[in-house]
């Protein structure tokens, strides 16, 4: 009897798990962007497929979640490729900054499941990339009350 009870808290264990959230944006891409959609796809089928052999149910019900995830940001993936002679800041680009303390940064525009700020990649959805959109080298963006000047623009 207790054995049917603790599979009963089990399966509401696994079906609390929820969904993971997306976006209400528009599913912007880069090329770069769409190819690791298609990596992670195949290693979630992968590991699906491991946790099937294994009748590992909560690995399972996990990795169905972020399938269906990762199938829904695959089916909206807008590839956007910025135009090679663009001189304002369009989304996959790289933007130079120089805030007001003269320090240097760089930032390249991508969609929201490929940006990584540790790595120089920042949502186009993110207030930093908002401020960016349509001002080319010498324009300033302002950006929680600080000024940054665009130095650099590149694709």
């Known amino acids: 009897m207790s054995r049917a009870f603790t599979r009963e808290d089990d399966n509401e264990a696994i079906a609390d798990i929820g969904e993971r959230p997306v976006s209400p944006h ?7 962007g769409l190819a690791l ?3 992670e796809l195949a290693r979630l089928r992968e590991e699906l ?9 909560e690995h399972i019900a996990l990795v169905s979640r972020d399938l ?3 199938t829904a940001r695959r089916e909206t993936a807008e590839v956007s490729v ?6 304002v800041v369009r989304f996959g680009m790289t933007v130079r900054l120089q805030g007001e303390d003269g320090k240097h ?3 390249t525009i991508v969609g929201e499941d490929e940006a990584d700020a540790a790595h120089g990649t920042i949502s186009h959805v993110s207030p930093m990339a908002k401020a960016l959109f349509g001002k080319g080298v010498g324009d300033e963006a302002t950006v929680n009350g600080k000024i940054w000047e665009i130095v650099g ?3």
Do not use: C, F, M, Q
């Open 68 to 70: 269906r995830y990762w």
């Open 105 to 107: 940064h760089t930032w």
């Open 49 to 57: 497929g491991d946790a099937e052999r294994k009748s590992d149910r």
């Open 82 to 87: 910025p135009e090679p002679d663009s001189d």
């Open 153 to 155: 623009v590149r694709v």
């Open 26 to 32: 528009r599913n912007l891409v880069t090329e770069k």
């Open 37 to 39: 959609i298609e990596k």
